[in-house]
């Protein structure tokens, strides 16, 4: 019956070293918020990246961390 509050972060703001941008949205692309809480009637979200300006032909990284905290 608790709920989770889910954190995305990115290592490099959701950006590549090539250039490319990127962001996080669901499965209808609509732009995910800072936080998402789960609880028992929602209880998981979709979560894609969806790039937002193209780099480079070059290959490049970024870091997401998911942080979690449940609630009292």
């Known amino acids: 019956d608790k709920a ?3 954190t995305v972060a990115s290592a490099k703001h ?3 070293d090539n250039g ?3 962001k996080l949205v669901d499965g209808n692309k ?3 918020p800072a936080e998402i809480t789960l609880n028992k009637t929602n209880a998981s979200s ?4 969806l ?3 193209e780099g ?3 290959a490049s990284t ?3 961390t998911f942080n979690y905290t449940v609630a009292p």
């Open 14 to 16: 959701f950006q590549f």
């Open 51 to 53: 790039l937002t300006k």
């Open 62 to 64: 970024d870091v997401l």
């Open 4 to 6: 989770v509050k889910v």
């Open 56 to 58: 480079t032909k070059t």
């Open 30 to 32: 609509a732009d995910i």
């Open 20 to 22: 490319g941008t990127y």
């Open 46 to 49: 979709v979560v894609n990246a």
